[in-house]
């Protein structure tokens, strides 16, 4: 059994909270919110590896600041995290060669390599990205649904 990630739009940490308790996580009812299914992308480490790629950013800060990010835990194995304005931002303008810039070597770090096939990586990068300028544009943050 591999870690579920559902990375999700939600308005704030309490409407992000809520999927914690949902059946199914954020993209089933009751309020099924803008979601995209990246199984097995964590968005700790992973995730702090990318905006430091993005953005510059100290990598080990930037995990110490992601693995603090939780918003809510269910009993049944269940976390939700909110990820970073910075990285958010740093998706949500990024330009699709830019993206592909950062891919590769995305795709050799540690967490990922031999899980992400560097194609399926840009891809989940793409729908991450799209998510990440939906959320800006409704005034909206991102965050990760995750169960075991």
């Known amino acids: 059994m591999g870690l579920l990630c559902d990375y999700f739009i939600a308005a704030d940490d309490e409407q992000a909270a809520l999927t914690a308790t949902w ?3 954020p993209s089933a009812s009751p ?3 803008p979601t995209a299914d990246l199984k097995g992308l964590d968005p ?3 995730m702090a590896t990318l905006e430091s790629m993005l953005t510059g ?3 080990e800060a930037l995990v110490a600041a992601n693995a603090g990010a ?3 835990e269910a009993q049944d194995a269940v976390w939700v995290h909110r990820l970073s304005d910075a990285l ?3 998706l949500a303008g990024a330009s699709p060669d830019r993206l ?3 891919v590769e070597p995305w795709s050799r770090t540690e967490e990922l390599a ?7 990586l840009a891809e989940a990068l793409a729908e991450l990205a799209d998510l990440a300028r939906r959320a800006r544009g409704g005034g909206g943050a991102l965050y990760c649904w995750m169960s075991l």
């Open 88 to 90: 958010t931002d740093a």
């Open 57 to 59: 950013g100290d990598v």
């Open 31 to 33: 309020g099924a919110l």
């Open 23 to 25: 059946l199914g996580g």
């Open 114 to 120: 031999g899980w992400w096939d560097p194609g399926d």
């Open 44 to 46: 700790i480490v992973p």
């Open 100 to 102: 592909r810039q950062v």
């Open 70 to 72: 939780s918003v809510a």
